[in-house]
């Protein structure tokens, strides 16, 4: 959407979404904007009369990518994939208990990098309730201001600043500044969450599943609004959402996870159009089909996600896996490119030659079988 | 009418109004809502928050407060005038003849008893069976509801299961009575994509399989379009748009049916702006005197805020309360693919 | 179509309007809603009436409360001068009611104004905090919650000895431990809510999110709970002066003239019953007023 406006020189191929240079870059067009290496948040499950740790749920586990500047990432996945954990760790409201991050070049939270209260102000975080994200005591015009006062704003900048936004995000200043949270609508709440998220002025924001609590209509009309924000001030977004829809429809890439696990990333279009791991085809191959007279009669997928506390060993979606076999079990997947192509990538042991599986010895899945959703049958074991 | 027993409707709602009263306000939540469900049919009620339609439900099976709610009107169950019913006739309606299933199975579950014996207690109280006899009943009826290992299942507690299995143990305790009309209460909203189509293509073979009648509430047009035979567009407490699920999604006839289809997300829409519909929902405490959509229409004339629109009838069940309801106004732009 | 241009017409296109409904503050709506509440407003004027009477016992008193008189004892309600009868020494009830209820008062409400500073800050700070710390404070309350709290205020101040200053102690000591766990429950509720972790990300500290959004949204339960400890604190207190461990004779205080007052029950009974009545009165007073601020506070907004 921004060809046409794009000033700047031409980017290198595989960075297709990058913006003008923004005078706060640090490290130039082709620095990502945020790399996540390795990060992994186990949570203790404790127990007993003695409060002793019966367990952990591996909420995040090794989970490594990287933002480029100026693009939306989608990050989709179902309940208990750690999305949200994912969201959280990188604005270092959870600690992670390994891994690091790297803002703009800037090692995150290390001595010689960017400090966490640094990060924070380049990267601001949009939750899904959008009651319980505004202080109930507060007007609304006094929670957006908050985050610049405490960046030591005086009251009266604050105050503009928050004003000033508003306006932006589609509310009149006057009319619904002074009002009180519950005064609002649940559109107009996430516009106010959403101009608090920008009153710092971050780089990044964090979209945590921030349409998905909202009624259809008035969802259009947020996404609009994050479409024209993201355009005014040259943000980049990470987009949470089990919403396949909303996802392919505002990403440039997209990321699916499934029990805290990465299984694929790629360009929206390869994901969509083929995608490769077996679970992402059944995520969406579930999209509802809006066309009465082409319904689904099979479930593409059978059974409940596992639960996170004791995921299975080797890839965890092998459970639930119609090609699973004995490599799956003892092996787990890393995620590899196929073939030349290193932007679409994917954590089965079908697209690693030589891996062990029976399908792996095979030429690559023909596009066309893929496309279609459909496995090669002749494969199954 | 309503006592009219050659009818084959199984639910008749005449001129449905539903008032919360308080001290503050009045909130008209339902206003002169009127369908019926023929039996073995599906109807889903679509909305948005506050449209009215789970309040609906909700009066059809009198579980609305009694003191601050004021329901005028006629609703019929299965011959049954449901405002007059008393004490045992209104239980035996309750779990006989109709059963409900919820959006948050946690709250329908009891969490200190096995689901089991849950289901069981609600197979003997209809049957007056014993407990060993429920018990294998209720077996049965887990794997009715497709629950894998579900002898095991039987012993467990509603917090030991996931959400799909939750769900499902809630579908089995909701068929345990063998209902003529089952009201589902967007049972699908919380779930995963994966699990949400599992399930929907459970209760549509089960209602198939059973003959039931069901009413399904949703927001969503994508799961209407998975299971429904027959659509109500809901908005601002009043019904706006009826016909069958191929007639309303294919051709809709009332701007807000058409604004709703338009601002679903598909990914092909990527890099356009969505037509959203402009601004919010009426407040239920003071509706505009005309049509209640008419704020936020694009083809709003002068006199759809004048008088409340009529129901303008076009045969076959089709109905649209909308005065351009006959002759839709050519579509400007290209719309959304509905389909 | 797609160009930058169109999309800005289009987000502003949709700019939300409404009615330009009235603006309330949360207190302005608790008091908006308490206008309407006759009940706890009567009680409160009630409430006021004693507090006033009390700070103004010098010039309402028609007597001097000490001054006793052998010929005048246990007279009835309405002799002579004597508005409400005199006591056992033949002191003028009405006086002495009036001198009472300011150390009755000041008994009830200072130690549950130091319990609630104390307590809720404990409170706050183990909600908020979490944790080992929450651990440590909380599990020390629940040392204190292990006794009875009347048999604790009673050890308490046999422990330390009568008199007005110890028996605000023991009283303080006691009404602690509730009033953290009050404040910290309502703190680790607030806590967990995504305002508090947006007011995190946006880089703020401790100390600010808990004096900007903790405090104002923990200070409503805190204040009803302690409002309705104003009671049980007038009832402890006269029922420790009561058994000679808070004021001493002669000072007047409503529990100790119940004491002494006991044996002449069956000599002027009506005479006996007043400063109990006293008690009754103002304690209820401060119940349904509390009972009356928590309807108005408590609503979901």
Redesign the interface.
């Known amino acids: 959407?921004?060809a046409?406006?794009n000033i700047s020189e031409p980017a290198a191929p595989t960075l297709t979404s990058v913006q003008p240079v923004d005078r706060r870059d640090r490290g130039g067009n082709a620095q990502p904007m945020l790399i996540a290496r390795g990060l992994k948040k186990h949570f203790p499950i404790t127990g007993g009369v003695l409060n002793q740790v019966v367990g952990h749920v591996r909420a995040v586990d090794d989970v490594s990518f990287s933002v480029l500047k100026g693009e939306t990432l989608g990050v989709v996945g179902?309940?208990g994939c750690g999305k949200s954990t994912l969201a959280?760790l990188l604005?270092h409201?959870i600690e992670p208990d390994e891994g690091n991050l790297v803002f703009d070049g800037d090692a995150v939270g290390e001595v010689d990098g960017l400090s966490v209260?640094d990060m924070?102000?380049l990267m601001?975080?949009v939750?899904?309730?959008s009651y319980?994200?505004?202080?109930?005591?507060?007007?609304v015009q006094d929670?957006v201001a908050?985050?610049k006062r405490?960046?030591g704003a005086t009251n009266a900048e604050a105050r503009a600043a928050a004003r000033e936004l508003l306006e932006k995000v589609?509310?009149?200043p006057n009319?619904?500044g002074?009002?009180?949270?519950?005064?609002l609508?649940?559109?107009?709440k996430q516009?106010v969450?959403i101009a608090?998220?920008l009153?710092?002025e971050p780089r990044v924001v964090i979209l945590d599943e921030a349409v998905s609590a909202l009624?259809?209509?008035?969802?259009?009309?947020v996404?609009?609004?994050l479409?024209?924000?993201k355009?005014?001030f040259n943000l980049t977004y990470v987009f949470i959402s089990?919403?396949?829809?909303?996802v392919?429809?505002?990403s440039d890439r997209v990321l699916v996870m499934y029990l805290g696990e990465i299984v694929e990333i790629g360009p929206?279009d390869e994901i969509?159009d083929s995608p490769r791991h077996p679970y992402t085809r059944?995520?969406l191959a579930?999209?509802?089909?809006?066309?009465?007279?082409d319904?689904?009669?099979?479930?593409?997928?059978?059974?409940?996600?596992p639960?996170p506390v004791n995921p299975p060993s080797g890839c965890r979606f092998r459970t639930r896996c119609q090609f699973a076999e004995k490599i799956c079990e003892v092996e787990s997947p890393a995620v590899t490119g196929w073939r030349e192509t290193s932007e679409h990538m994917t954590a089965c042991h079908m697209y690693v030659e030589k891996s062990g599986h029976s399908m792996a010895k095979a030429p690559a899945p023909s596009p066309a079988i893929i496309a279609a959703g459909k496995p090669p049958v002749s494969h199954v074991v | 009418m309503i006592e009219n027993s050659t009818s084959n409707a199984l639910v008749e709602l005449k001129d449905l109004n539903v008032k919360f009263v308080s001290r503050e306000a009045t909130v008209s939540a339902v206003n002169n809502v009127s369908l019926t469900l023929k039996a073995g049919e599906v109807l889903c009620i679509i909305g948005e928050s506050g449209s009215g339609k789970s309040v609906s439900m909700r009066a059809l099976m009198r579980l609305l407060p009694e003191r601050r709610t004021k329901i005028t009107g006629e609703i019929s169950v299965a011959g049954k005038n449901v405002l007059e019913l008393q004490g045992k006739e209104l239980s035996d309606l309750r779990g006989g003849t109709v059963s409900m299933i919820f959006q948050e199975p946690m709250t329908a579950l009891d969490p200190v008893y096995r689901v089991g014996d849950q289901i069981a207690e609600a197979v003997c109280r209809h049957e007056g069976c014993d407990r060993e006899m429920g018990l294998e009943r209720a077996l049965e009826l887990l794997e009715l509801v497709k629950v894998p290992s579900a002898e095991r299942r039987l012993k467990a507690y509603p917090h030991e299961l996931s959400g799909g299995l939750r769900q499902r143990v809630m579908i089995a305790m909701a068929l345990s009575c063998r209902p003529k009309l089952l009201l589902a209460d967007e049972p699908t909203t919380a779930l995963d994509a994966t699990v949400q189509i599992q399930v929907l293509i459970l209760l549509r073979k089960l209602q198939r399989e059973m003959g039931m009648g069901m009413i399904f509430v949703t927001h969503d047009l994508g799961v209407a379009a998975e299971i429904a035979d027959r659509v109500a567009v809901m908005y601002a407490g009043r019904i706006v748009e009826t016909g069958t699920v191929q007639e309303v999604l294919g051709d809709p006839r009332h701007p807000y049916t058409r604004g709703m289809l338009a601002s679903t997300v598909h990914g092909n829409m990527r890099g356009k702006d969505i037509e959203a519909i402009p601004g919010n929902p009426p407040d239920l405490r003071r509706l505009p005197t005309g049509c209640s959509f008419a704020p936020r229409c694009k083809d709003v004339t002068a006199s759809c805020s004048e008088a409340l629109p009529p129901e303008v009838f076009m045969g076959g069940g089709r109905m649209s309360r909308c005065l351009l309801a006959s002759a839709p106004p050519d579509e400007p732009k290209s719309m959304a693919p509905a389909i | 179509m797609v160009s930058a241009s169109s999309v800005e017409p289009q987000a502003l296109a949709d700019m939300q309007s409404g009615p330009a409904l009235k603006v309330r503050g949360y207190w302005a709506s608790v008091a908006y809603r308490l206008r309407y509440d006759y009940l706890t407003l009567f009680f409160g004027g009630m409430v006021i009436l004693v507090i006033l009477s009390a700070i103004f016992a010098p010039l309402l008193a028609p007597m001097d409360p000490y001054q006793s008189s052998m010929i005048n004892r246990l007279k009835p309600i309405g002799y002579k001068d004597f508005l409400l009868g005199t006591d056992e020494l033949g002191r003028d009830l009405l006086s002495r009611l009036l001198y009472g209820g300011r150390i009755s008062l000041t008994m009830g409400v200072l130690p549950v104004v130091i319990a609630t500073l104390v307590g809720g800050t404990l409170g706050v700070i183990a909600g908020f905090v979490g944790g080992k710390v929450n651990m440590a404070i909380m599990r020390i309350m629940d040392v204190f919650y292990a006794f009875p709290s009347i048999l604790l205020a009673v050890a308490i101040s046999g422990a330390m000895g009568g008199g007005i200053v110890n028996g605000m102690v023991s009283l303080t000591l006691i009404f602690i431990p509730p009033l953290c766990r009050v404040a910290e429950t309502a703190t680790s509720q607030v806590r967990s809510l995504d305002f508090v972790e947006a007011a995190r990300a946006s880089g703020a500290g401790t100390f600010s999110i808990i004096s900007v959004h903790i405090l104002g949204n923990v200070l409503g339960p805190i204040l009803i709970y302690s409002s309705s400890l104003v009671s049980v604190s007038i009832l402890i207190a006269s029922g420790l002066s009561f058994l000679g461990l808070g004021v001493t004779p002669p000072e007047p205080d409503w529990g100790l003239m119940l004491n002494t007052l006991r044996q002449a029950i069956y000599i002027n009974p009506v005479i006996c019953a007043l400063p109990g009545v006293a008690i009754l009165i103002t304690s209820i007073s401060f119940n349904l007023v509390s009972d009356g601020l928590r309807s108005a506070m408590d609503v979901r907004l």
Not at chain 1, 178 to 183: A, F, I, L
């Open positions: 959407m921004n046409d406006t179902e309940s959280r604005m409201l209260r924070r102000r601001q975080m939750f899904q309730d319980s994200s505004l202080n109930p005591r507060m007007p929670s908050y985050g405490v960046h589609g509310l009149d009319l619904f002074p009002r009180y949270p519950h005064e609508s649940g559109g107009q516009r969450n608090r998220a009153v710092l009624d259809k209509s008035v969802e259009a009309q996404l609009n609004l479409r024209y924000l355009q005014h089990h919403d396949l829809n909303v392919q429809y505002i929206v969509y059944a995520l579930s999209r509802l089909s809006m066309d009465p007279d319904r689904i009669e099979e479930p593409p997928l059978v059974g409940d996600p639960n």
